[in-house]
């Protein structure tokens, strides 16, 4: 169960199998477990925009998923499609621009993922927000999981699994 603030936390804490986020927070993975047990699961994702160059990623994305760069819980919000149309209006390229990891640039993107892999979560899944999927499967798989220490799932090269302790 995803849990955003501390009443869902709550709830999923009573009820939930799992903890979803997608912020790398270790209070809440700690809370979550403390509940449930050490070995209780723990997922976390967040997207990034890959591309051999860190301006085109950007365009690209934001083409594609401006919502992404929607603040705060507005996005938990948000009734329906056509709202969600309505808020990525409000984003602009440059606010977008800040909300993920852009590039080819291997290092911005473990940057990007360790605080997940330090918050505790037991799996990380991480989602290309442009065109370039392919690219983004081949490079993680090549660069970024050795850098990492991680190993991908066989089943599933997009998903980067931390190692166990």
């Known amino acids: 169960m995803s849990a955003f ?20 927070d270790a209070d809440k993975v700690e809370t979550f477990r403390a509940a449930k047990g050490p070995d209780a699961p723990t997922q976390a994702g967040f997207k990034v925009g890959w591309g051999p160059d ?11 998923w401006p919502n992404a760069g929607v603040p705060g819980e507005l996005s938990q919000v948000l009734p329906s499609p056509a709202h969600f149309e309505q808020a990525a209006e409000l984003v602009t390229r ?6 993920a990891t852009f590039g080819d640039r291997v290092q911005d993107h473990v940057d990007a993922f360790t605080p997940f892999v330090d918050a505790g979560f037991d799996d990380v899944y991480v989602a290309n927000m442009g065109p370039r999927y392919a ?22 090269p ?8």
């Open 5 to 24: 603030g501390p009443k869902a936390l709550d709830l999923a804490c009573r009820v939930a199998d799992g903890f979803i986020s997608v912020m790398p």
């Open 54 to 64: 860190k301006d085109q990623a950007i365009d690209d994305a934001f083409r594609i």
């Open 94 to 99: 440059e606010k977008f621009a800040e909300s």
């Open 135 to 156: 690219e983004m499967i081949t490079a993680y798989g090549k660069e970024f999981c050795p850098s990492c220490g991680r190993a991908t799932d066989a089943a599933d």
């Open 158 to 165: 997009a998903t980067t699994h931390r190692s166990p302790p």
